[in-house]
T-cell receptor, first 117, second 110 residues
């Protein structure tokens, strides 16, 4: 299947600092990338939808000024958690697609575990 | 009512058993249905996807969709300890994003 690379896989930061997570589609061009957050024992919750070259669309309850998303190219999207707080500690996962038109196939990165001290 | 409902388990079975995992959903507009497998601390891995109703088989895995009942299933035959993971059902939303169930944690005991 298609490969989506996410970096870093694990990051620990101090409260108040900003953290950037990168999501890359390695062998296909992703017009759309999705950012999810997953708390322990919970399902993946969509945070925002990112289309290349345009502003991201955020889900209700997700602060766009806190979670900055940039999708500057067809192979790279970044999520920056600004002024991180301990409650932002979570597993962040990106997915990219479409791999093939009109299918539901999305491929996921390995995820980034953020711990805010 | 949540859009996608999935029993979180945990589900524990002996090696070689047939495993049945299920989800129900409320939005009749869903057309694409997926099953993802997620190992601990890893991103989800696409196992199977199905369009509309019907069955799809891939090796030991069979996915079934019953749109009339808004019910999807994943069957795993001859389950192996390596199948131990969390299995998430997902449906494609109107924006192309995926709407996930909570995931069912499966443990296959040797």
């Amino acid at each position: 299947g298609a490969v989506v690379s996410q970096h870093p896989s694990r990051v620990i930061c101090k409260s108040g600092t900003s953290v950037k997570i990168e999501c890359r589609s390695l062998d296909f061009q992703a017009t759309t990338m999705f950012w999810y957050r997953q708390f322990p024992k919970q399902s993946l919750m969509l945070m925002a939808t990112s289309n290349e070259g345009s502003k991201a669309t955020y889900e209700q309850g997700v602060e766009k000024d806190k979670f900055l998303i940039n999708h500057a190219s067809l192979t790279l999207s970044t999520l920056t958690v600004t002024s991180a707080h301990p409650e932002d500690s979570s597993f962040y996962i990106c997915s990219a697609g479409p791999v093939a038109p009109n299918t539901g196939e999305l491929f996921f990165g390995e995820g980034s575990r953020l711990t805010v001290l | 009512q949540k859009e996608v409902e999935q029993d979180p388990g945990p589900l524990s079975v002996p090696e070689g058993a047939i495993v049945s995992l299920n989800c129900t959903y409320s939005n009749s507009a869903f057309q694409y249905f997926m099953w993802y497998r997620q190992y601990s601390r890893k991103g989800p891995e696409l196992l199977m996807y199905t369009y509309s109703s019907g069955n799809k088989e891939d090796g030991r895995f069979t996915a079934q969709v019953d749109k009339s009942s808004k019910y999807i299933s994943l069957f795993i035959r001859d389950s192996q300890p390596s199948d131990s993971a969390t299995y998430l059902c997902a449906m494609k939303g109107s924006q192309g994003n995926l709407i996930f169930g909570k995931g069912t944690k499966l443990s296959v005991k040797p």
